[in-house]
């Protein structure tokens, strides 16, 4: 299934249904499901949105419903922005305000605006000790588990297909040193609770991305180290996740973290997409600039990170105005911070060589994403080509991640060998033309993947209902 691209380097989404703390394209696009698309654009390198989707990447804001009505605001979230994290119509104090009784109309009016604007949505937060309507903070033991589980699924079952990625959990561990859980109702519910709420959001939409977010966690530390073992252990047990989300609140007692690039390199190399979610850093002029620059360049040299979310668009939206800790100021001017994010983002490193996923119908994961040789390991597969695969696997379905590395000749195309356990069936893939969906099946290159030179490594995907195949997939070079 080959991919559709859209105009204006923005995704489009659409589918059947704290503190201190891609790309090259064509056409327009409606994707099914909850899809990133990225084009060129005759504004490519003058918005920040354009800029990041040149590299493959999004780069958004957060969006406060009660300023949809400001048309400065609204006229720099649509120029600037190709995604969008509702700042609190999400939570869950706004989206149950009482138990069972579900209330969207704010969240809807973001999702929709972005929609129309043809931004995609990260959806901000399922499960949090925070932010909880009176309800659920007075509630314990099962009661309050079953009714997280239930939140998470209503939630994401009324945005399934609207939401390329949630973080489904929020600030769960503690500051300080132990790498400890945060305390809360949620946690004394059991240790588990964590994996429950993931488990349910991927029952309720399995196209969308599942993130853990949280905030401290940007360098490497007693706090992200126990993220990142978390992290490891969900992966090595089947637990979905597909996402960390690195809040990024920075100010001169939480600077921009010396090993931050290193920090979230080494969740990337877990198997999940790093994001960063809310990207504000307190002062102004050069100093504040220059931090900006380092977040883009640090975030382009991930392959596996896959956007930049600034939380708010002027100072004067920031939830913490007083520091001045955006890229607009509150009259709406771009500041210099502005300029070097937009540059870095124009300048940065590890292009996306080819488009990313556009998977045809109800898409699950990362976008799939084409690397520069490794500059010091020779390139494996001979001549010809080789191939890894990797699963994200819940009860009774996957998503599957091929990797196609070239052989010391290049590739100017590839055939992939499948084969799926008895019971298995591909219901779609993308960045991929495929034969078959049961038993064998065959998948090659479409038009823009298939010419690598000797160690690119590309990567495009399937999802499938029974279960996951494994073992090394034949790779065929032409
Ligand atoms: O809407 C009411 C308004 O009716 C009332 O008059 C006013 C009086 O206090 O409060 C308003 O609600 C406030 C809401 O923001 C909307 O402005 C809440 O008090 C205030 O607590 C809430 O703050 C939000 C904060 O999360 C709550 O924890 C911030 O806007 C929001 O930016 C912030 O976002 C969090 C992320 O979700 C998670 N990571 C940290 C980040 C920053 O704290």
């Known amino acids: 299934m080959s991919d559709k691209k859209d105009r204006r380097g923005r995704q489009v989404g659409l589918r059947s249904g704290p503190r201190l703390a891609l790309v090259l394209g064509t056409a327009a696009t409606l994707a099914v499901g909850a899809t990133m698309v990225f084009a060129p654009t005759a504004s490519a390198g003058t918005t920040l949105g354009a800029s990041a989707a040149e590299k493959g990447r999004y780069f958004g804001t957060a969006v406060a419903a009660n300023k949809l009505s400001d048309s400065t605001y609204v006229g720099i ?18 989206t149950e305000p009482s138990q069972g009784n579900f209330s969207y109309a704010n969240a809807d009016r973001i999702v929709n605006h972005a929609r129309s604007n043809g931004q995609q949505v990260r959806g901000h ?40 990625a949630w973080d489904v959990v929020n600030e769960a561990f503690a500051d300080g040193g132990g790498g400890n859980r945060r305390d809360s109702n949620l946690q004394r519910t059991g240790n588990d609770w964590i994996e429950a709420a993931f488990r349910a959001a991927r029952a309720a939409d399995p196209g969308a991305k599942l993130c853990y977010n949280d905030y401290n966690t940007d360098g490497q530390n007693a706090k992200s180290n126990a993220v990142y073992a978390m992290v490891q252990d969900f992966k090595a047990r089947g637990v979905p996740i597909d996402c960390v989300g690195f809040q990024s609140h920075f100010n001169a007692q939480s600077p921009v973290p010396s090993d931050y690039q290193a920090n979230l390199q080494r969740f990337a190399n877990l198997g999940v997409d790093v994001q960063i979610t809310e990207l504000d850093i307190e002062g102004s002029g050069t100093t504040q600039a220059n931090n900006f620059a380092r977040v883009v360049q640090a975030c382009l040299a991930i392959t596996r990170c896959t956007g930049i979310t600034v939380w708010g668009i002027r100072d004067t939206d920031s939830w913490r105005a007083s520091g001045t800790p955006l890229l607009f100021d509150g009259s709406g001017n771009k500041k210099a911070a502005y300029t070097s994010t937009l540059n870095a983002l124009n300048s940065g490193g590890n292009p996306i060589t080819t488009p990313p996923t556009q998977p045809t119908t109800n898409p699950p994961t990362t976008p799939p994403t084409t690397t520069p040789p490794p500059t010091t390991t020779p390139p494996p597969g001979g001549a010809g080509c080789s191939a890894t695969l990797s699963n994200n696997a819940w009860n009774g379905g996957y998503v599957t991640t091929i990797r196609v590395t070239a052989g010391s000749s290049g590739t100017n195309g590839w055939t992939i060998g ?22 064998s099946v065959q998948f090659s290159n479409v038009a823009y993947n298939g010419r690598l030179t000797a160690g690119q490594v590309t990567e495009f995907g399937f ?12 790779c065929a070079a032409s």
């Open 77 to 94: 979230l649509n120029r600037e922005f190709n995604s969008v994290t509702a700042e609190n119509e999400m939570k869950w104090d706004a």
């Open 125 to 164: 937060a399922l499960a949090w000790h925070s932010q909880q309507p009176g309800w659920a903070q007075n509630m314990s033991g099962t009661a309050l588990r079953n009714a997280m589980l239930n939140h998470v699924t209503q939630v994401a079952t009324y945005y399934r297909g609207k939401i390329v």
């Open 418 to 439: 499948v084969t799926l356990p008895s019971g298995s069936t591909i219901t779609n893939a993308w960045n991929t033309n495929r034969s078959g969906n049961t038993g």
């Open 463 to 474: 999802q499938g209902t029974g279960n996951a195949p494994s073992g090394t997939p034949t």
